[in-house]
């Protein structure tokens, strides 16, 4: 996931940071700055749908296999304030031939739900990392 995260300028320019991966599951933090509000002075819904989708990102692409979003929802639960620390937690749902289903919860500095997202993913060609001749990964 290192070199996938390296490669990806919108996450690190949102100071989206990824804090665990593991086989089907991800999460990532997210500070909201004050210039991600908007004229109700709350967390612009694009910055949230963002760190989920993320998340979403490196949770469907764990298993190693190059995967992409086919779809994506959100509900948006509670307003989310500048100052906020944001954890977007994804875990898969279902995964199977091509297509895998997640579910992302976003939560406040609080454990206060402010977002549900789901997304399904579809995996397109292609290994996310290499192995060399002894099996090891690089």
Known sequence: MRVLYEQDRA??????????????????????????TNGHDICHGGFVFALADSTF????????????????SIDFLAPVRAGDRLTATARELWRGGRSGLYEIVVANQRGESVALFRGRSQRVRGRLVAEDATGDST
């Open 11 to 36: 996450s690190q320019s949102l100071g989206m940071r990824i804090t665990r991966v593991a086989p089907g599951e991800a999460e990532m933090t997210m500070q909201v700055r004050a210039d991600m």
């Open 57 to 72: 990102a490196f949770a469907c692409n764990s298993h190693g296999d190059s995967t992409v979003a086919a779809a994506a």
